[in-house]
């Protein structure tokens, strides 16, 4: 068992891990971006990564479905190996699902459209069978009235709320977030974090870029800090935002919480 | 003690910015430069219509069926285009042949029009497509060549007109945009090998003019194949037009590819679709819908470019007309034919240039970010 504490919301973490990252190198070019992340995630176990721009976080969680290479090291997801085979990256990225900072919806589909594309080509599943399963998710975000229209007729919020649902219609076993309300208006991140929140009810695997501390305190099992590169601290929500180790910590945790 | 708040109520905007004296004004005499721009182009009507209208259409001569008919009238003769009408069309394809020609036309015709319709299902659509794509062309060579099957054989050569032009253009334009989309994708492609291959071959065609390539292949290209084995001028003519325009397309959609934000393919790929898939699926519908004007832009050089075949000795509509601008007993009409041949390829320009802004219109998908 992990030594995570059970956050606000207590949901079971198991002994399964996850994703394993064993010190993990990256290099753009001759710029050191990653230097030897090691981090296990359990089953069912959330985790927030902040940390000043720059710092390796959302490299880091990209590395995971293989959206970056990276040059040493090794991830295990799902007890399946990352490796160079282009089928087994396209096999975890099936179990992986992402959501992205810019939302990344496919501007010439309807929102439905956008739901059903993955589930139908990847998964084979029959066009009726796979538009029942997005409306049911389109449902869970509460837009399912909006299926029929296109992305760009859709507020940030509510195309953000789309592109968890259409993460989640692959029924992945991991959700990784990558600064999901960042590019939002502030009256609009709160529907998101509400979507999250609810997804976080449900047991769910989740790693998140993110800086809205007030999430990572109601959901997170651990925080990560990490800055050049690295991962400087790690602990429970209660304790890292209230006894920081590290100077370094301390200064970031000043800045975005006290301006 | 706050009030409610009670908002302005909508006022009609000002009698002179709507309707049509709001857009005459803004258009047309919004400023001294307009409005003296307004009263040239009103003279430039006034001084060049009339006369062109008189001699095609108020003087011209409709009736009658030798030039004589045409004499001391003044105007257009178009008696001259009446009497070739049938060789401008068909080229020396021989006469009592022509119905193969009539019935393909019409197979198309009825073949191409459901996938114009709206509410045609997609699936026929599809099939239709299909059809027509692979199906078609080879039973339109086959009963257009003749030779089998009890028909009479009408070489290649003596196809022309009208008909010749569109079949290199029919062929050149469904042969370029599928070769442009792939040598356009092994352009960006992360595979050297592939990757020179395709930069090699749109840098070499580009290069060339097209009257080249069409020299070479008639003139070069026999040189090197061995005795005997010859290749059908038309063939050879299809080949270097189709090869030539790939290139331009390659250019074209590469511009669209990269207007493409990485964002789309790394959604996809997070997905779990393949390159294949996401290519087809998520960046070549987009990168496509972006590059219509340009691919339309290709299309339209493509129609008009066919009318150099005649160096390689094809007559096709452009080169039949003047044939017959040069025919003795028809001397002196080359006026007529020209603004024929220019009418006739500017109603197939216009009509690709309205479908394509017709077909943007409704791929627009609302506002993108």
Redesign the interface.
Known sequence: MPESQSPAISTPVSDQIMIDIQSLHKWYGAFHVLKDINLTVHKGERIVICGPSGSGKSTTIRCI?R?EEYQRGRIVVDGEELSND?QRI??I??E???V?Q?F?????LTVLENCT??PI??RKLPRQEAEEIAMRYLTRVKIPEQAS?????LSGGQQQRV?IA??LC?NPKIMLFDEPTSALDPEMIKEVLDTMVALAEDGMTMLCVTHEMGFAKTVAHRVIFMDGGEIIEQNRPHEFFTHPQSERTKLFLSQILHH | MTQPHIPHPDLPPPANAVGAIGWLRRHLFSSPANIALTALALYLLYALLPPVLNWAFFDATWRGDSREACSGQGGACWIFIRTHFAQFMYGFYPEAQRWRVDMLVLLLIFGVAPLFIRTVPAKLKRRLGLGLLIAFPIFAFVLMRGGILGLAAVETSSWGGLLLTLVIAGVGMTGALPLGVLLALGRRSTMPTIQALCVTFIELWRGVPLITVLFMSSVMLPLFLPAGLNFDKLLRALIGVTLFQAAYMAEVVRGGLQAIPKGQLEAAAALGLGYWKSMGLIVLPQALKLVIPGIVNTFIALFKDTSLVLIIGLFDLMNIVHNATTNPAWLGFSTEGYVFAAAVYWLFCFGMSRYSRNLEKRLHTGHQR
Not at chain 1, 149 to 153: A, C, D, L
């Open positions: 479905n959206l282009v396209e096999h990225r099936r992986v699902g992402m992205f810019h990344n919806l496919f501007p010439h594309l993955a080509w990847v229209k296109y992305p760009g007729q592109a259409r993460s692959m």
